[in-house]
C-alpha cells in the first residue's frame, strides 16, 4: 500500500503561482510513476503531469507544459507541482497518484491516489 497526502492548494490570483506537495508513504517508490491530476467541478478528471520515480522521466498534458513543472524530493518521498502563470481555467481539486506505468495519461493505470487539495484562481 501506498499512502498519498496532498497539501499547498489555496486561493490564488491569476497570473500567481502555487507549489502543490504530496507526501508518500508506504512503500518504496522506486517502481512507481507518480502523477498529478485535476478535476474541475462538472468534469471529468484529467491528467496533468507525471514522473517517473527511477530516473525522474517527466509527462506533462499539453495545456500545461511550460507553465507547471513536476520535481521529486527522494529523500522526503514527496513530489512537487510548481505552477506558474495561474488563470481562473486551472480551477479544480488536484490529485496526487501512483502508478506502474510509465507517465500514463489514463485514470485506470494509478493504484493509489490522494485525497485531493483545492486549488481556486481568482480572476
Known amino acids: 500500500q501506498v499512502q498519498l497526502v496532498e497539501s499547498g492548494g489555496g486561493l490564488v490570483q491569476s497570473g500567481g503561482s502555487l507549489r502543490l506537495s504530496c507526501a508518500a508513504s508506504g512503500r518504496t517508490l522506486s517502481p512507481y510513476t507518480m502523477a498529478w491530476f485535476r478535476q474541475a467541478p462538472g468534469k471529468e478528471r484529467e491528467f496533468v503531469a507525471a514522473i517517473r520515480w527511477s530516473d525522474d522521466n517527466t509527462y506533462y498534458a499539453d495545456s500545461v507544459k511550460g507553465r507547471f513543472t513536476i520535481s521529486r524530493d527522494n529523500a522526503k518521498n514527496t513530489v512537487y507541482l510548481q505552477m506558474n502563470s495561474l488563470n481562473p481555467k486551472v480551477t479544480a481539486v488536484y490529485y496526487c497518484?501512483?502508478?506502474?506505468?510509465?507517465?500514463?495519461?489514463?485514470?485506470?493505470?494509478?493504484?493509489?491516489w490522494g485525497q485531493g487539495t483545492q486549488v481556486t484562481v481568482s480572476s
Open positions: 497518484a501512483a502508478g506502474y506505468y510509465n507517465g500514463s495519461p489514463r485514470i485506470g493505470d494509478y493504484n493509489y
